[in-house]
Nanobody, 115 residues
Framework: QVRLVESGGGLVQPGGSLRLSCSTS????????MGWYRQAPGKQRESVAH???????TYSGSVKGRFTISRDDAENTVYLQMNSLKFEDTAVYYC?????????WGQGTQVTVSS
């Protein structure tokens, strides 16, 4: 059973930084695509960033240039470095990974940007 655990969320002031981590367990193989989504109160879950097994990355327009996604395949872990955080980045951030045709989700970690 694949299990994902996010960490690194918290309260940060505007302009600050946080680094999210998503550690995985229960898989003998690396994942094809690893990524991050977020869901703000009253809004739909949205894609934030993804990274393929080859290292190709994609970002939503709202975070491009501020967030950086990376992965460590030896540890089957994906990271999200978030810089220059804004109020509108406040959300629960979810890790998502694909292995073949199967998708797995973490339980989410809260990121709150507030002064």
């Amino acid at each position: 059973q694949v299990r994902l655990v996010e960490s690194g969320g918290g309260l940060v002031q505007p302009g600050g930084s946080l680094r999210l981590s998503c550690s995985t367990s229960g898989s003998l193989f690396s994942f094809n695509v690893m990524g991050w989504y977020r869901q703000a109160p009253g809004k739909q879950r949205e894609s934030v960033a993804h990274i393929s097994s080859s290292g190709s990355t994609t970002y939503s327009g709202s975070v491009k240039g501020r967030f950086t996604i990376s992965r460590d395949d030896a540890e089957n872990t994906v990271y999200l470095q978030m810089n220059s955080l804004k109020f509108e980045d406040t959300a629960v951030y979810y890790c998502n990974v694909w292995q073949g045709a199967r998708s797995y989700w973490g339980q989410g970690t809260q990121v709150t940007v507030s002064s």
